[in-house]
C-alpha cells in the first residue's frame, strides 16, 4: 500500500514532470525523497548517505537536461535512488509491497533513464567517455553526463578515465561528487588537496582535474537545488569536458547519517528515531574475528604484520585492528591494484603483509596477482572473503574466484574447512617464506575440527573416511555437505570414502590417482563456479584412468539477487539431489 | 671476446666504484654506456631510447646512493641497462660472447641491486612504497628510490601510488622520467598538463603530482650528469615522499632514435651506421592484415567502428588504421582497465568497438571484462593476440588467457584456426548485437581454409574427419597439429576423427558427448595452460561417461625465455610424442 499518496512524487512519471516543478516544489520533492530513502532503508536496509548526499543535484539533473537523450551515468550507482524516484520508479519506494520492484543499482532492463549494471567502483568516467564518442561517431546529439564520488576517484581507472576524458574534444560534463568522504575516511595524497580546494572554494593551485586537462568549477553549495540548477545550465551544451566539482554533505537529512558517515554509508535494517539496529548484531562466533584474533597475537608477538585493506574495512571489521594496531594496519584507498603490488614490495624488504580481499573487488588486481605478486613468488598471505555461491546482486557475484586464482603458479590457495584448520594454515602461511599463500575463508557459520600445526609446503589431501564404491570431496566449506552426501549414502548403503583436497590450487596427485582407482565413482563438491575451478582441475588428472567424476557446483552463469536456496537446488547441491544423482549414475556404470 | 677492454667500465664492478669517478670519467663512462647500449642492440635487439636516456640519471644514482642498501626500483625495467652496466654486469654489454648472460629486465636472482621480476607498467610506485613502509617497520634504514617514466603515468596503478605516496610520511623518492614520450606519442590530458610543466621550469599550477600532496622538484636538464648528482645529494636523507621531475632526452647519443622515439623505443637487430634492419621484414601474409583489412572495409561501408588500443599499436601495426581512419582510431595510453570499459560504453551508444589487447597486457582489464563487457553484455569486440605458449620472458607469458577469458559467462571466445574462419568470425561478431565476441588471434603463420559466412550464435563443433578409434579436438591454431597427429596415427593404422572445436568458452555438448560415446579415446589440444583451459572444460563434459582423455597442453608454470621447441618437447607437444602417449594408452585400455 502507497504510505504517502499525497506526496507530490506520485504525480511524477518522469522528467518531463521534473521540468514543471516550481522552486517551493522541488523542495518539497527533496524532501520526499529523502523521506522515502530513510523509510526504505530502515525497513530492508540499504544505502542511505550517498542517496541522501545527491538528492539537489539529481533533481537538478532532470529539470535541467532532457533524459533519456541526455544521459547521466552514476558511479557505482548506490547513489540512484532519487534517479528512481524521478524517472517513473517512486512506486519502488513509496509502496513497501512494491520494494522489491526496484533493484538498488541502475539497470538498464529496469529504465530507459538507466546505463549498464553497476557495482564496482570508478567506471562512470570511461562509460561516459565511451557514450560521448560512440554519439560523435553516429552523429547523434545530446548531452552526456557522468558522475563520480570522491571515494572513487583514488581508484585507477577512474584517474585513466580523468586523462582520457582531459584527450577528449566534446561535450562531456563530470560531475565531481565530493562528500568528503568514501566508504572509510580518506585523507593525505589527493584527498588533503581536494580538502584545500573545498577550502578555497575552487581556487587552490593544486588540482587534480586540470591536471588532467579539464575545465573546472567548483560549486560550493551542492546540495542546494536553485544553485544546481543554475550550474547545470551553465554548462549544458557544453562543447568541451568540464568538471563540476560539487561540495555535498553525505547523509543531509539524517542526524545520525552526517555524524557517523561510515556506519552510514550502507545500513542494514534500522529504527528511523535513533539510527539503532531492528536486529542487534549477536556477538557470535565468526571468521573474521578467528583470523583478526591470530593476526593479533603474531603482531603483539612481534611480527612484522602490515594489515591492508582496499577500502573495506567493514567487510572484516579491520577497524578493530586499526585502532588496536595503527602502525600494522593500512587502507590504500579504493585501489585493488595497488593493494597488491604494495603488499609484495612490503614482503620483499622485511614486513610480512596480510591482504584482506573481498572476491569480487580482488578482480580488479588479477594481473598483479600474477606479475607482481605470484611470478616474484614473495609471501604475501591474503584473506579472500565470499568466495561463495550468494543471493548477491550480479555486479557483486563472488564465485568466479577459483577459476581466478587457482590456475596461476607459485600461488597456494588454500580452502580450509573449518576454524582450526583455517588458523593451522595462516601459522604456516605467515611462517614459509616460498610463496604467496591466498586463504579462501569458509561461508557460513564456524564449524570446528581438530586443532592442528601441519606443513602445507606439500599439499596431502586428508581422506576423513574410508569407504570404496564412491569418493566424496568437498572443498572448503563444501566439506561439511560431503559429510551429509556420505552419511545419505550410508543410509542407501552405498559407502564412500570422503576427503578434504585441502588446496584448490594443488591437487595430491599420489591419493586421488589412488582413489580413481579403488572407486567406482569420483565426486567434487565445490561453493564456486565450476568452470576453471577445482572439480575441472581433478577432472583432468584421473580423465586417463577413465573413472566416472560427477562434478558439483555453480555454473558458468550471471545470477541477480537469487536466493541461495533456490541456486542449490537449480544447480543440484543439496544432499538429497547429489545422492540421487550418484545413484542413477552407479545403476549406469552397474547396468 | 671483450670488445672494450680499454673501457673505464672494465674497472667498475659496482656502485663503490663508480663513487670514485671524476667528472670527467663519469662523462666519459656515459659514452661508453651509450656506446654499448647501441652496439648490443644493434646485434641482438633490445629496448634501445629508453636506455639512452636514462644514463646520467643512472650513474648520479650509484655515484650519490649506495645500492643495495639504498634501494631503486625501476618502472618496468626497460631502462636497466645503465643500472646493470654499473652493478657489475658491463660484461653482459662488453663481451658479445657474454650477451645472454644478462637479462634484459630487472631480475632479483640475477643481482642483489635488482629487486623483481618487472615486465609490465605502472608498479615501481607501489613496489617503493611498499618497500619505505617495511623498512619503518622493520627498523631499517636506507633511502628508497622509484623510477617512472611519463609513458607509464597513465596506467591506473601508477596513479594509485602517488596517491599513496602522497599519504605516506617517511623517505621516498620518485624519480619521474619525463623524456616527453612512451611507446606511442602521448598527448592532451596530464601529457599536455606536462608539457606545459616542462616549458614553465616545474612552475606551472596545474600539477599532477602536488595534486597528489607530493613535494615536487624540477630538473630540466636530467642529462648532465652534475646536475642530477646534485639534484640527488639534495633530497637524499629526505623524510617525506619527494617527486624529482627530470627531463631527458629519449634516444640521447643516437640520432635516428632521437627522430623517431617511437620505432626506437624498441628495436630489433640494425646497422648503427644508418639504423637500417638487418634483417628488412618481408612482407608476408599475417593475420594482423587480414584483420585489418576486414576492419577497413567495413569502415569504408559506413559501419560506426572504434579501433582501440592500450598503447601498444605496435603489436598489431594499427598505425595504418589511425592513418587511414582517424575517427574510427583511439589510442588510449596504457590504460587498459579503461579501454574495455570505454569500449562498453562506446558499445551502449551505437558504436562498434573492437580492442586490440596484447593477451599479457589483457590481464589487467580482468575485472573490467567481467563487471562491463560480459555482465551487461554489449557487442564489444576484442582480438587477443599472443595467447600462447611461447619463448617470451616470464613477465610477458601469454599462454593464460584460456583460463582468464574461457570461464567468464557471457563471452563468446572464439579460436580460428584459419585465415578464413577468422575473418567468418569477425564478420559475425560485427554483425551481432547479442554478447561481447573475443577472437584468438592464432599464432605463426596464416594459414587457409575454406571459405564462409558461419553464424557462430550456436557453437557447433566442426568434424573434419571421421574415425573411430581416437578423436583428436584441436583448438585453434592447434588444429594444425591435431591434422598432423591424425596423419601419423594413420600411418600406425589408428583411424581418428579430427575435430575443430571452434569456440574456447562454449562446448558443442552434443557433438562431443556423442564422440565420448563412440571413441574409445579423445584428445585435446591447446596452445595454452591447461590449467583452467578448454581441455579442463571438456574433461568436466565427458567426465560422468567415463571416456578417457587425454589433454595435451602447458603445464601451469612461469617459463622465461625459454624456446618454444624446448617448451613443446617439454609439454609433449610433438607430433611424435602425441602418438607415443595416444599409442600407450590404446595398448593399455585394450589390454
Not at 584527498?191 to 588540482?207: I, V
Request: no cysteine; net charge negative; charged share 20%.
Amino acid at each position: 500500500m502507497n504510505l504517502h499518496p499525497d506526496y507530490l512524487l506520485n504525480k511524477i512519471q518522469g522528467p518531463a514532470d521534473v521540468k514543471k516543478l516550481s522552486l517551493d516544489q522541488l523542495h518539497q520533492v527533496a524532501d520526499e525523497i529523502r523521506h522515502l530513502v530513510i523509510e526504505k532503508d530502515a525497513a530492508v536496509g540499504g544505502h542511505l548517505g550517498p542517496n541522501l548526499g545527491i538528492v539537489e543535484a539529481t533533481l537538478a539533473f532532470h529539470y535541467v537536461f532532457d533524459s533519456p537523450h541526455d544521459k547521466v551515468v552514476w558511479d557505482i550507482s548506490h547513489q540512484s535512488y532519487p534517479h528512481k524516484m524521478l524517472t517513473g520508479r517512486a512506486y519502488g519506494f513509496l509502496d513497501p509491497d512494491r520494494y522489491n520492484d526496484v533493484t538498488p543499482y541502475s539497470n538498464q532492463d529496469e529504465s530507459p533513464h538507466d546505463f549498464y549494471r553497476v557495482g564496482h567502483t570508478s567506471t562512470s568516467v570511461a562509460l561516459a567517455v565511451g557514450m560521448a564518442k560512440a554519439r560523435d561517431l553516429t552523429g547523434q546529439s545530446g548531452d552526456i553526463v557522468a558522475v563520480i564520488g570522491d571515494g572513487s576517484l583514488s581508484g585507477g581507472m577512474a584517474l585513466e578515465g580523468l586523462n582520457n576524458a582531459g584527450k577528449y574534444h566534446g561535450n562531456l560534463i563530470i560531475i565531481f561528487n565530493d562528500n568528503q568522504m568514501s566508504i572509510d575516511d580518506v585523507n593525505g595524497g589527493m584527498f588533503d588537496q581536494l580538502t584545500t580546494l573545498r577550502e578555497s572554494n575552487g581556487e587552490a593551485p593544486n588540482n587534480l582535474f586540470k591536471a588532467m586537462g579539464l575545465d573546472y568549477r567548483y560549486i560550493a553549495d551542492g546540495n542546494d537545488v536553485e544553485t544546481m540548477i543554475n550550474a547545470l545550465k551553465d554548462v549544458k551544451g557544453i562543447d568541451h569536458p568540464i568538471v563540476l566539482h560539487v561540495n555535498t554533505l553525505k547523509g543531509k537529512g539524517y542526524e545520525p547519517a552526517i555524524k557517523d558517515e561510515e556506519t552510514w554509508h550502507w545500513h542494514s535494517p534500522f529504527k528511523i528515531e535513533d539510527g539503532s539496529d531492528k536486529a542487534p548484531a549477536t556477538a557470535t562466533e565468526n571468521y573474521d574475528q578467528i583470523i583478526k584474533d591470530e593476526l593479533g597475537n603474531q603482531i603483539e608477538a612481534g611480527k612484522p604484520l602490515m594489515v591492508i585493506t582496499a577500502a573495506v574495512p567493514g567487510v572484516f571489521g579491520l577497524d578493530e585492528m586499526k585502532e588496536k594496531y595503527p602502525n600494522n594496519y593500512d587502507d590504500v584507498d579504493i585501489a585493488e591494484q595497488y593493494s597488491v603490488t604494495y603488499a609484495t614490495g612490503l614482503a620483499e624488504n622485511g614486513a610480512r603483509p596480510v591482504l584482506f580481499q573481498n572476491s569480487t573487488f580482488f578482480q580488479r588486481a588479477y594481473d598483479q596477482v600474477i606479475h607482481d605478486m605470484a611470478l616474484n613468488h614473495y609471501p604475501v598471505v591474503t584473506i579472500v572473503k565470499n568466495g561463495m555461491i550468494s543471493d548477491q546482486s550480479s555486479t557483486h557475484q563472488g564465485d568466479w574466484d577459483l577459476a581466478m586464482l587457482s590456475n596461476i603458479p607459485n600461488i597456494e590457495y588454500l580452502a580450509p574447512t573449518n576454524a582450526e584448520e583455517l588458523v593451522s594454515m595462516l601459522q604456516w602461511a605467515l611462517k614459509q617464506t616460498d610463496k604467496p599463500v591466498i586463504i579462501r575463508e569458509p561461508a557460513g557459520p564456524v564449524v570446528h575440527g581438530a586443532a592442528s600445526t601441519n606443513d602445507y609446503s606439500t599439499i596431502k589431501a586428508q581422506v576423513a573416511q574410508v569407504g570404496h564404491q564412491v569418493a566424496i570431496v568437498g572443498l572448503g566449506d563444501f566439506f561439511a555437505l560431503g559429510q551429509k552426501v556420505v552419511a545419505e549414502l550410508a543410509k542407501n548403503k552405498i559407502t564412500a570414502t570422503l576427503i578434504n583436497p585441502v588446496s584448490a590450487s594443488t591437487l595430491d596427485k599420489d591419493t586421488f590417482l589412488k582413489v580413481a582407482d579403488n572407486h567406482d565413482l569420483i565426486v567434487t563438491l565445490e561453493d564456486a563456479s565450476m568452470s576453471g575451478g577445482f572439480g575441472e582441475h581433478l577432472d583432468r588428472l584421473v580423465a586417463p584412468t577413465g573413472t566416472p567424476v560427477l562434478n558439483f557446483g555453480a555454473e558458468k552463469e550471471f545470477t541477480d539477487v537469487v536466493p541461495v536456496t533456490d541456486l542449490y537446488e537449480r544447480y543440484h547441491l543439496t544432499p538429497a539431489q547429489i545422492v540421487t544423482d550418484v545413484k542413477a549414475k552407479l545403476a549406469e556404470l552397474n547396468s
